[in-house]
């Protein structure tokens, strides 16, 4: 009988899912047994069992029930995360609808409600920030490592730039990792795949004693690349990712507590690669598995990061004092292919950079029980990077001089400052028992220095019958911004299961300078956006169904774009353009039926559009000015949908649960010209995933299939006038596999 009931569960999920219309998700936002002491949560966190309607999340710098947080977000646990394969940001992608990730050979960045920080150049900030135990980075090629024994992770939406004020107007992804715990305990995963995928992750957790936690986890991720460049005889976008992260957590004194964490990241791969149009062109994709490659694609990164937390709760009105702080290095270095029709050889794009950055902060906060709350603190972020940059001509056609073989048509030298600092303070009051305000505002000051210098040969650069002698032109520049933001908001809490809230916020991310090397540098002002959002978080049917909804209008200022301009001696560089209105609407439903089977659709509508009469230039034709008003934003779907249905069984001696998911997107551009060159089609894909857990002996069997109809998915469409091609990048085919883990 149980069979009979499971073969109908996997018949009726199946029609439903070529049925539909709309797509459904590998994972939704899951219930995680949480527990955090304080601050970012922080420094000691003894896992306790807890409801399993109750999600905590640290949206608000402390903990607090999700439904009861007025703060649009989705919440994924570590073991959701695992069991949908989403081991880095981009992945993230696959699961949140709020979530587009651009690859950029590299650099890839992340856009929510449709703001993106596109400048991805030393001088560059990310709109939608990643915070990693509550430490920010800018450098966006550090977020392809890995995110491994991960407690859970937030997705907060619009901009948060009271408590998380650094430049996050589009929203913020907080990766907590687990912390050490006073139970001895751990996991082992492993797992294989086609693309010959083998990766391994495990933690440890060791109580030393009653007042000191170790907590050891490592990861090792690998598989072949998906793309074959022929001629060069690569396979690209594939993985060869090492980290390892030790903790340990102490209470020396009551009220005490501490943490302390090192890690060791380390990518050794081909990485993402591109296929090359013609300029201009709207071609069919054809084969995205093989494609000819003209020059060696490299990717290499070591990095290291020390974070240390520390806070104290026995201070005078029981206020608790954090302090946080963290070192990050990372040494990179990569080589992509720059071959293209601008210039007859085969090239290269030279990057090596060397980014060392420091964050501090220091917070004080009331009890978070009590008609009054309040938080306070200063923020201080350091990056200095040592840049060493350029394109390299590899070698020049046969026939033609072949004087500039082997040599620089462009290299960048420079050493760049960027420092921000940040006050900022949050008050709560209940004007009734249900009914409560909140006041916030920060003031951030930003600053950025770049000297150093910029070596153009044109024989190597633009033709090789140049005879001109190389050209060094100063890459000084300086910038210096301020700006505070405020947050107003109002909740009420109707029901113990019904909560509406109301805010207003703004959002501030610094300008910036820039030149393509034969220029001065020339500024750029910083971007502001306000926002206006209602939501409601819902639970009925006793906690079985949730439903939330968010509605927001923004108004978005000085939009940071990449546009054609003499000023760079007729050159491409990041410049405001305009403003933007973005009006959307964000829903999750989750249903847990019993005896049926566990239901979540999550939608985002989104409409992003350019104000009227802004003229923009671009590369194709200089002397040509564009009207992109009324233009879509780039990385602005109108609608994306994401849901699943899973049902377990009961089976022998153990649990079998079977889910189908996929996700459904609409079209969307990745500039600002809505070239139909530069355009993402629609697209549709779906997940399947199966898995036994034995209900003793903590051993867990799964098989797995990921974009089970290998769809072609793009992940990048750009024009690049330098090279004078159309190269795309693609999200991955059909992966498959098994993998087991076991818990002790």
């Given at each position: 009988?149980?069979?009979?009931?499971?073969?109908?569960?996997?018949?009726?999920?199946?029609?439903?899912?070529?049925?539909?219309?709309?797509?459904?998700?590998?994972?939704?936002?899951?219930?995680?047994?949480?527990?955090?002491?304080?601050?970012?949560?922080?420094?000691?966190?003894?896992?306790?069992?807890?409801?399993?309607?109750?999600?905590?999340?640290?949206?608000?710098?402390?903990?607090?029930?999700?439904?009861?947080?007025?703060?649009?977000?989705?919440?994924?646990?570590?073991?959701?995360?695992?069991?949908?394969?989403?081991?880095?940001?981009?992945?993230?992608?696959?699961?949140?609808?709020?979530?587009?990730?651009?690859?950029?050979?590299?650099?890839?960045?992340?856009?929510?409600?449709?703001?993106?920080?596109?400048?991805?150049?030393?001088?560059?900030?990310?709109?939608?920030?990643?915070?990693?135990?509550?430490?920010?980075?800018?450098?966006?090629?550090?977020?392809?490592?890995?995110?491994?024994?991960?407690?859970?992770?937030?997705?907060?939406?619009?901009?948060?730039?009271?408590?998380?004020?650094?430049?996050?107007?589009?929203?913020?992804?907080?990766?907590?990792?687990?912390?050490?715990?006073?139970?001895?305990?751990?996991?082992?995963?492993?797992?294989?795949?086609?693309?010959?995928?083998?990766?391994?992750?495990?933690?440890?957790?060791?109580?030393?004693?009653?007042?000191?936690?170790?907590?050891?986890?490592?990861?090792?991720?690998?598989?072949?690349?998906?793309?074959?460049?022929?001629?060069?005889?690569?396979?690209?976008?594939?993985?060869?990712?090492?980290?390892?992260?030790?903790?340990?957590?102490?209470?020396?004194?009551?009220?005490?507590?501490?943490?302390?964490?090192?890690?060791?990241?380390?990518?050794?791969?081909?990485?993402?690669?591109?296929?090359?149009?013609?300029?201009?062109?709207?071609?069919?994709?054809?084969?995205?598995?093989?494609?000819?490659?003209?020059?060696?694609?490299?990717?290499?990164?070591?990095?290291?990061?020390?974070?240390?937390?520390?806070?104290?709760?026995?201070?005078?009105?029981?206020?608790?004092?954090?302090?946080?702080?963290?070192?990050?290095?990372?040494?990179?270095?990569?080589?992509?292919?720059?071959?293209?029709?601008?210039?007859?050889?085969?090239?290269?794009?030279?990057?090596?950079?060397?980014?060392?950055?420091?964050?501090?902060?220091?917070?004080?906060?009331?009890?978070?029980?009590?008609?009054?709350?309040?938080?306070?603190?200063?923020?201080?972020?350091?990056?200095?990077?040592?840049?060493?940059?350029?394109?390299?001509?590899?070698?020049?056609?046969?026939?033609?001089?072949?004087?500039?073989?082997?040599?620089?048509?462009?290299?960048?030298?420079?050493?760049?400052?960027?420092?921000?600092?940040?006050?900022?303070?949050?008050?709560?009051?209940?004007?009734?028992?249900?009914?409560?305000?909140?006041?916030?505002?920060?003031?951030?000051?930003?600053?950025?220095?770049?000297?150093?210098?910029?070596?153009?040969?044109?024989?190597?650069?633009?033709n090789p019958f140049i005879g001109a002698p190389p050209v060094t032109n100063p890459g000084n520049g300086q910038m210096n911004d301020s700006k505070p933001t405020f947050l107003v908001g109002l909740d009420w809490t109707l029901t113990p299961q019904n909560f509406l809230y109301a805010k207003f916020a703004t959002g501030y991310k610094a300008g910036g300078f820039n030149s393509n090397g034969s220029a001065a540098s020339v500024p750029y002002d910083s971007e502001a956006v306000k926002s206006f959002e209602v939501g409601s978080k819902n639970?009925?049917?006793?906690?079985?169904?949730?439903?939330?909804?968010?509605?927001?209008?923004?108004?978005?200022?000085?939009?940071?774009?990449?546009?054609?301009?003499?000023?760079?001696?007729?050159?491409?560089?990041?410049?405001?353009?305009?403003?933007?209105?973005?009006?959307?609407?964000?829903?999750?439903?989750?249903?847990?039926?019993?005896?049926?089977?566990?239901?979540?659709?999550?939608?985002?509508?989104?409409?992003?559009?350019?104000?009227?009469?802004?003229?923009?230039?671009?590369?194709?034709?200089?002397?040509?000015?564009?009207?992109?008003?009324?233009?879509?934003?780039?990385?602005?779907?109108?609608?994306?949908?994401?849901?699943?249905?899973?049902?377990?069984?009961?089976?022998?001696?153990?649990?079998?649960?079977?889910?189908?998911?996929?996700?459904?997107?609409?079209?969307?551009?990745?500039?600002?010209?809505?070239?139909?060159?530069?355009?993402?089609?629609?697209?549709?894909?779906?997940?399947?995933?199966?898995?036994?857990?034995?209900?003793?002996?903590?051993?867990?069997?799964?098989?797995?299939?990921?974009?089970?109809?290998?769809?072609?998915?793009?992940?990048?469409?750009?024009?690049?006038?330098?090279?004078?091609?159309?190269?795309?990048?693609?999200?991955?085919?059909?992966?498959?596999?098994?993998?087991?883990?076991?818990?002790?």
């Amino acid at each position: 009988m149980q069979y009979k009931r499971l073969l109908e569960c996997l018949l009726t999920s199946g029609a439903l899912l070529i049925s539909s219309q709309t797509a459904f998700a590998q994972v939704a936002p899951q219930p995680a047994e949480e527990s955090a002491a304080g601050g970012q949560d922080a420094a000691r966190a003894p896992a306790k069992k807890q409801d399993d309607s109750v999600v905590v999340v640290t949206a608000n710098r402390v903990r607090t029930n999700a439904q009861t947080t007025a703060v649009a977000l989705n919440v994924y646990n570590g073991a959701a995360l695992a069991d949908a394969g989403v081991n880095n940001v981009q992945a993230l992608q696959t699961i949140d609808p709020s979530i587009n990730v651009t690859s950029s050979t590299g650099a890839a960045y992340v856009a929510m409600r449709g703001i993106a920080s596109t400048d991805v150049t030393e001088i560059g900030d990310p709109a939608v920030p990643i915070a990693r135990d509550g430490f920010f980075t800018n450098r966006s090629f550090t977020i392809a490592s890995s995110m491994y024994d991960v407690q859970r992770v937030e997705v907060l939406k619009g901009p948060q730039g009271t408590l998380f004020g650094r430049n996050s107007t589009g929203g913020l992804i907080n990766i907590i990792t687990a912390k050490p715990t006073e139970e001895f305990g751990g996991y082992l995963s492993a797992e294989l795949g086609n693309f010959s995928a083998r990766n391994l992750e495990g933690a440890v957790n060791i109580p030393l004693s009653d007042k000191v936690q170790m907590r050891f986890s490592a990861v090792s991720r690998q598989h072949d690349g998906y793309r074959t460049l022929t001629g060069i005889g690569l396979e690209g976008d594939d993985e060869n990712t090492k980290s390892a992260r030790l903790q340990l957590a102490f209470q020396p004194v009551d009220g005490f507590d501490g943490l302390v964490s090192y890690q060791k990241d380390r990518i050794d791969a081909v990485g993402d690669v591109t296929k090359v149009f013609p300029l201009a062109t709207v071609a069919p994709i054809g084969d995205a598995r093989t494609f000819p490659g003209w020059a060696p694609t490299v990717t290499d990164l070591t990095g290291e990061r020390l974070r240390w937390e520390f806070s104290y709760n026995k201070l005078p009105w029981d206020l608790t004092l954090t302090y946080a702080g963290g070192y990050d290095k990372q040494d990179y270095h990569h080589e992509t292919d720059a071959t293209g029709a601008g210039y007859p050889g085969i090239r290269q794009f030279i990057q090596n950079e060397d980014p060392a950055t420091r964050n501090h902060e220091i917070r004080i906060a009331t009890p978070l029980k009590g008609r009054f709350t309040a938080q306070a603190g200063y923020f201080y972020f350091e990056e200095k990077n040592v840049i060493d940059n350029g394109v390299l001509t590899l070698s020049v056609n046969p026939g033609l001089p072949q004087t500039y073989a082997n040599t620089y048509g462009i290299k960048f030298d420079y050493q760049i400052k960027t420092k921000t600092e940040g006050l900022f303070s949050q008050v709560g009051a209940n004007l009734t028992d249900d009914l409560k305000l909140t006041l916030g505002a920060r003031y951030s000051r930003d600053e950025k220095t770049r000297t150093g210098s910029a070596r153009l040969t044109l024989g190597a650069l633009v033709n090789p019958f140049i005879g001109a002698p190389p050209v060094t032109n100063p890459g000084n520049g300086q910038m210096n911004d301020s700006k505070p933001t405020f947050l107003v908001g109002l909740d009420w809490t109707l029901t113990p299961q019904n909560f509406l809230y109301a805010k207003f916020a703004t959002g501030y991310k610094a300008g910036g300078f820039n030149s393509n090397g034969s220029a001065a540098s020339v500024p750029y002002d910083s971007e502001a956006v306000k926002s206006f959002e209602v939501g409601s978080k819902n639970q009925f049917w006793d906690r079985k169904i949730k439903f939330n909804a968010a509605l927001f209008y923004q108004d978005y200022t000085n939009y940071q774009a990449s546009q054609f301009s003499d000023a760079l001696s007729s050159g491409n560089g990041v410049f405001n353009v305009g403003s933007a209105t973005i009006k959307g609407l964000e829903t999750e439903l989750v249903a847990n039926v019993p005896d049926v089977a566990r239901f979540d659709l999550n939608a985002t509508f989104l409409d992003a559009t350019f104000g009227k009469g802004i003229i923009v230039r671009d590369g194709s034709n200089p002397s040509v000015a564009r009207n992109i008003g009324g233009n879509h934003l780039p990385n602005a779907p109108k609608y994306v949908l994401t849901a699943g249905v899973q049902r377990s069984f009961d089976i022998g001696s153990g649990e079998l649960m079977a889910r189908l998911s996929a996700k459904h997107s609409s079209e969307y551009y990745y500039t600002v010209f809505n070239f139909p060159d530069t355009r993402s089609p629609s697209y549709t894909t779906a997940n399947a995933l199966l898995s036994y857990k034995l209900h003793s002996g903590n051993w867990e069997f799964q098989a797995f299939v990921n974009n089970l109809t290998d769809k072609v998915v793009l992940a990048n469409a750009q024009r690049n006038y330098v090279g004078g091609t159309n190269p795309v990048q693609f999200q991955p085919p059909r992966t498959f596999g098994v993998r087991v883990r076991h818990t002790f």
